[in-house]
């Protein structure tokens, strides 16, 4: 089992940044490749971005590439994710989760957080 925590949301002005992290407890969060994905009001589940197991390939949804940013720290089990130039249509729940496979499929993850709300304002 992986429980998965993130923090970091809030309401910020269109242009911020922000910077969301997901900290992982229990089996070696390492094992894992790791994802965020969100989910607004009335939308389904959006993948945004994923990492692999040790940091080297990422992958990332055409809508935030250039934008957004993944690394993890596997010293500190952590994943983070760096959003700059944020928009109003990034306004969403962002979860993160854990994956043993390479996907981008919100079905083949394993573990997820709780989610964090960020909201951006016009």
């Known amino acids: 089992q992986v429980q998965l925590v993130e923090s970091g949301g809030g309401l910020v002005q269109a242009g911020a940044s922000l910077r969301l992290s997901c900290a992982a407890s229990?089996?070696?969060?390492?094992?894992?490749?790791m994802g965020w994905f969100r989910q607004a009001p009335g939308r389904e589940r959006e993948f945004v971005v994923l990492i692999n197991r040790g940091g080297n390939y990422k992958y990332y949804a055409d809508s935030v590439k250039g934008r957004f940013t993944i690394s993890r720290d596997n010293a500190k089990n952590t994943v983070y994710l760096q959003m700059n130039t944020l928009k109003p249509e990034d306004t969403a729940v962002y979860y993160c989760?854990?994956?043993?496979?390479?996907?981008?499929?919100?079905?083949?993850?394993?573990?997820w957080g709780q989610g964090t709300q960020v909201t951006v304002s016009s």
């Open positions: 989760a854990a994956s043993s496979i390479w996907t981008y499929r919100s079905p083949e993850y394993d573990f």
């Open positions: 229990g089996r070696t969060a390492s094992s894992y490749n």
